[in-house]
């Protein structure tokens, strides 16, 4: 099976730069969910704590339980509670969902600023607050999600805006329940669309990994992908001129090629709509169609690069690099490689 190599050069100059844009360091609350984006979770877990981060986002608890010892607080996004830890917060998505956890747990209630994903109504706050207090439980933070924030639109703007202006009710309610309440509402493109940061935490996920698109109309911080994918090879061969390569034959040679077959296919990441007529950063060309489990290259190389930014791949087959990463295999060997 292939191998995911992880610059931690990369991986540190991302979070300089995201530090200076944000103001500090300790302002940043690196998202892991789904195995961080493919990256892996503990791996990425224990560098960015040596590097200083405190926060981390996840989507479920037992992601939670996976990188625990080495954060400060820990944000759920979409699970309940079941394990009794000081250090978990969980997202209230839904009114529905306040009874669902169990007194004294610690919550930050999701507002609905206009993506219309998940998130309360602003205009049901207060009842929100008071339904919480009623469960007993300690609600510790307030958040909203920009839908649009990579591309240069009036979303974000107004989204922003709505944010800002349920602060202030949201300050004077939680007093009267003895909350000291944080504030978040920017993602990575989010943190990059103003000069000042005004959350008490950014969630910073794509752009840790280096991949962030943001619209040609605005700024893109350079910023450098984290991982590369590396296929091993499992037999080379010379296809003579006229003979065709893996299911169907949708190559032909046409003229003698060495091509090697590489331990690496859909079931590991690669995108099937690829077959045919990807190229990697090297110049080297897929030939035919991906398997389940190989690919084939006119390649003759023991170990080869298939991508250095999941941006490119995603290009080839109509996607964005957040899927790419997201559907690498769990069993991926994955190591540093400075």
Known sequence: MGTLKLSREALHSNLDIIAQQVGAKDKIAVVLKDNAYGHGAVLIAKAVARYGITQAVVRLETEAVEIAEFFENILILADFSTAANSKFRYAINTLDAIEKFPCGTKVELKIDTGMHRNGISPEDLEHAFSRMSQQGLECVGVMSHFKSADTLSSEWFWQRKAFDTLKETAVKLAKSYGWNLRFHISNSAGAFRSEHCEDD?????????????????????????????????????????????????????????????????????????????????????????????????????????IFNDANAYAACVGTIGYEILACLDKDLKREWCD
């Open 201 to 305: 935490i950014v969630r910073i996920g794509i752009a840790l990994y280096g991949c962030l698109q943001m619209d040609s109309t605005l700024t893109q911080p350079a910023l450098k992908p984290v991982l590369s994918l590396y296929g091993n090879k499992i037999a080379t061969r010379t296809l003579r001129a006229g003979e065709r390569v893996g299911y169907n034959g949708i190559y032909e040679a046409q003229y003698d090629e060495i091509v090697s077959t590489y331990d690496l296919g859909y079931a590991n990441g690669l995108d099937r709509l690829a077959s045919n007529q990807y190229v990697t950063p090297e110049g080297i060309a897929l030939r035919g169609r991906i398997s389940m489990d190989s690919a084939t290259f006119s390649a003759d190389v023991d170990e080869l690069l």
